[in-house]
């Protein structure tokens, strides 16, 4: 034994020899079969953690084994780089947003590289860089040119701690997703980008995304929330020329409507309310529904409140007086504010009808209430059925009914048939200073874009934080006042959200330094879309959704020539450590977090990375084991003193092998089984730790090969090459460090990924079991691929099984070559 395993020695060399050499830059290569892999990027928080390090191993890997797939590999990294914490290091710290991010921009790249990830670093993108945020503002431009960027007045959703909007995505349980604080709504002009109107390719294609996990695509569709309808209108009685519209999908219904339902803002309330004799006691309603939790997703769980309004609509069917209420459950945002009432076939309806004493109508009927009187429901029959009490409708099937009464109201132009989406515009506006300036000037009572050759409009980045809320580019007069055509003008003050930023980096990193546009055409066909992205379920509906509505544009406005931008999506696991006896996901504030630099500097990047892609498949959660670690570490020393006690003597010889006996058959077959087994859990299930028990399995073997006698060197550097180059991706300086000591030049990325031989892989002999009435008793290796007759009289007539059948009458034996014989006996 010569050397030992120095890691720290030998992580360091190949990293300054990947970097020197830019091992792994990628360049366009039209007659190379392209690999896009993509982890999304990180924000620069400051120090990487482990649920980074884990995201970046996986993808590490599969980048690694695509080079040696002999495939034009593309795998870049960079930083989502705007955003709230910069800000907030500012209040605390003193310090410039800028000089905070750069700060922590060059210490994770520190750290990326001691992990030895195998980036292209030239293709490097920070959001904060004016060169990248330039072409997002000028993408903005063109959108608000062809109508796809608007600014209204709305009710938005509002935190106080952060001073900021949220989009609906960013609100939870009523609680702001950074900061857990209370979320308000809050009347304000906001940009807006019509996503919408790409609500319906959205949608058809999730059921295109055949390599995304179904959950991920199950959540964007609920998200997008199509649903067929009709719409119908309910005239005011005061006033004829204005009406109630309606939306239903259970338009069967309609004719059992005894009130109708209104959000606090919908747009009528003055009329609805005027006439009112307790006006006063509805406008103290509005204002007490106001602190009500109004998150449309948990809106269902408040307690249903509602008021009458002191006016009536007059039913389009019936000509029914239908009185109207304010109800805190309804919202404005959300289909057309006002909701036809059912209670005798809707839940929440009946509840409501309850609580203020309305009256139900039952019009459906089917087996399951048909012997029941409305006086005795319990709750809503909301199940389809035939009508009753419905007049011309009587009789009809729920779903011809809808047909039928849709038909009605569309003759009497009094409604019709219609889609509805839950999915709303996206509102970009954020009231932070630390974001992309929004390119847009006000002068006189215009609102109109900067020029795009003005562009980028660029944020002041030396600037003395101040404030500790509100907006900072809203004190920065240089800024803000600037000259237009000689006369005085304003920029806007909002910048853009972060994940406007995130929609589109993969498309730049395919030319990160173009100058001529958004992105240079022929790079982005050539390299999308990504084949791979990796990252956390959590991005399941705003950023993936996002991204894929900008990609659309992109393919729109020319840029690009694909329909979506990642072909397949793997979403990675959480890291979990024990706290008080749980496995729950690390987290500064539980101090069950591990530092990825404090592994590192005790076992290396080689093993960190080893453990993490051993010790759970990728999709699962990763629970942190400081013995796992430990033992990573001792399974790299040992094939590194497996390398280490023949490298000199293999230098010399060659790999023109023979094998001649069953031990260096069983070593030979066992490689070709690795190497399977490895190519296959890498390239089709991403199955990391099971591909690395089998490396592990291999190792064992060569163990036990080299302590014999007379042992065949050629077929042993046979074996230890493969054994570098299918451990490589997973640990790759040391296998680099190996690979040198065995005699090899040049990096390994360059070599290929090894092959199997099928024929080695097909044994003379096989182990089968043998069992007696269903029970295993004995295993035999039998000569490989026997008939069926052959293979039960071998194994019939062994001396074992002869002895086992002793004074035992067969009544029956199931022979299944290659694998069991069962008898069955008295
Ligand atoms: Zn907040």
């Excluded at 030992?4 to 190949?14: A, L, P």
């Excluded at 059992?256 to 003055?270: P, Q, R, W, Y």
């Excluded at 920065?476 to 995130?502: P, Q, W, Y």
Aim: a negative charge; one cysteine or more; charged letters at 30%.
């Amino acid at each position: 034994m010569k050397e030992k395993y120095n890691f720290s020695e030998i992580e360091k060399k190949w990293q300054k020899f990947w970097e020197e050499n830019k091992t792994y830059s990628a360049v366009r290569n039209d007659s190379k079969e392209k690999y896009y892999l993509l982890e999304m990027f990180p924000y620069p928080s400051g120090n990487l953690h482990m649920g980074h390090v884990r995201n970046y191993s996986i993808g590490d890997v599969i980048a690694r084994f695509k080079r040696m797939k002999n495939m034009n590999v593309l795998h870049p990294i960079g930083w989502d780089s705007f955003g709230l914490p910069a800000e907030n290091a500012a209040i605390k710290h003193q310090v410039a947003p800028a000089k905070w991010t750069r700060e922590n921009i060059e210490n994770m790249k520190k750290q990326l590289k001691m992990c030895g990830f195998s980036y292209d670093w030239d293709r490097e993108i920070a959001t904060i860089d004016q060169d990248y945020y330039k072409w997002e503002q000028k993408l903005f431009i063109e959108m608000y040119k062809k109508g796809l960027v608007y600014k209204k007045s709305s009710n938005v959703n509002w935190c106080d701690n952060c001073n900021t909007v949220l989009a609906n995505e960013q609100v939870n349980d009523n609680q702001c997703w950074r900061c857990d604080g209370e979320v308000r709504q809050k009347e304000l002009e906001q940009w807006f980008y019509k996503i919408t109107d790409y609500a319906d390719e959205l949608l058809e294609f999730t059921d295109k995304l055949k390599g995304w996990p179904v959950r991920v695509l199950t959540q964007q569709k609920n998200w997008i929330g199509k649903s067929y309808g009709v719409t119908a209108k309910f005239k005011l009685k005061s006033d004829e020329t204005k009406a109630l519209e309606i939306y239903t999908t259970r338009a069967d219904t309609i004719m059992g409507v005894t009130f109708v339902s209104v959000a606090k803002e919908h747009a009528l309330i003055d009329d609805l309310i005027k006439n009112s004799e307790n006006k006063e006691e509805i406008l103290n309603f509005i204002e007490e529904i106001k602190k009500d939790n109004n998150d449309p997703k948990e809106i269902e769980k408040n307690e249903k409140k509602g008021i009458f309004t002191g006016s009536y609509v007059i039913h389009p069917i019936t000509k029914e007086e239908i009185p109207v209420y304010i109800a805190n459950f309804v919202l404005a945002s959300y289909g057309t504010g006002a909701v036809m009432a059912v209670p005798a076939h809707d839940q929440r309806d009946f509840e409501f009808a309850k609580k203020y004493n309305i009256k139900i109508k039952e019009v459906i009927k089917s087996k399951e209430n048909k012997d029941i009187d409305i006086e005795d429901y319990k709750e809503a029959f909301v199940e389809k059925g035939v009508l009753v009490n419905s007049d011309i409708f009587d009789g009809l099937k729920s779903k011809e009914a809808i047909n039928k009464i849709a038909f009605w109201l569309k003759e009497h132009n009094l409604g019709e048939k219609s889609v509805q989406y839950k999915l709303r515009d996206w509102g970009i506006s954020r009231q932070r200073y630390w974001g992309a300036p929004i390119p847009m000037i006000y002068q006189d009572d215009k609102v109109f874009p900067e020029k795009i050759e003005n562009l980028p409009v660029v944020l002041p980045t030396e600037v003395e934080y101040k404030i500790s809320s509100g907006n900072l580019l809203d004190t920065l007069e240089d800024f803000i006042n600037i000259e237009v055509d000689g006369k005085s003008a304003k920029r806007e003050t909002d910048t853009f959200d972060t994940f406007n930023e995130s929609s589109w980096y993969y498309a730049r990193y395919t030319s990160p330094k173009f100058k001529g546009d958004i992105i240079d055409s022929k790079e982005a066909n050539y390299w999308l879309p990504v084949d791979q992205y990796i990252g956390g379920i959590e991005h399941a509906v705003m950023h993936l959704l996002y991204a894929r509505f900008f990609h659309k544009v992109l393919r729109d406005f020319g840029y690009l020539n694909s329909d979506e931008p990642f072909t397949n999506l793997l979403t990675q696991g959480m890291v979990t450590k024990e706290h008080n006896g749980r496995a729950v996901k690390m987290s500064k504030s539980l101090g069950n977090t591990v530092d990825p630099n404090e592994i590192i500097a005790n076992f290396g990047a080689d093993t960190a990375r080893l453990f993490i892609l051993f010790a759970a498949p990728p999709e699962r959660e990763l629970d942190w084991s400081d013995a796992g670690v430990e033992g990573s570490f001792r399974f790299l020393n040992r094939v590194f003193r497996l390398v280490d006690q023949f490298a000199e003597e293999l230098q010399t010889v060659d790999t023109n092998f023979k094998v001649e006996t069953e031990e260096e058959k069983d070593l030979l077959y066992i490689l070709n089984h690795t190497i399977k087994k490895v190519t296959e859990d890498i390239g089709d299930r991403f199955t990391f730790n099971t591909a690395i028990s089998s490396i592990m399995e291999m190792v064992n073997e060569i163990y036990k090969y080299k302590e014999k006698e007379n042992i065949n060197k050629q077929l042993l550097k046979h074996i230890i090459e493969n054994l570098i180059l299918v451990l490589s991706p997973f640990t790759p300086h040391i296998c680099e460090e190996m690979w040198q000591m065995i005699g090899k030049t040049g990096d390994l990325a360059s070599i290929s990924w090894p092959t199997y031989d099928e024929k080695a892989l097909v044994r003379d002999t096989v182990e089968i079991v043998v069992q007696l009435n269903g029970k295993v008793k004995e295993k035999l290796m039998v000569e490989n691929n026997m008939d069926k007759a052959t293979f039960e009289k071998t194994v019939l007539e062994n001396e074992k099984i002869q002895k086992l059948l002793e004074n035992k009458e067969i009544i029956k034996v199931i022979a299944v070559p290659n694998k069991l014989l069962n008898v069955v006996v008295k």
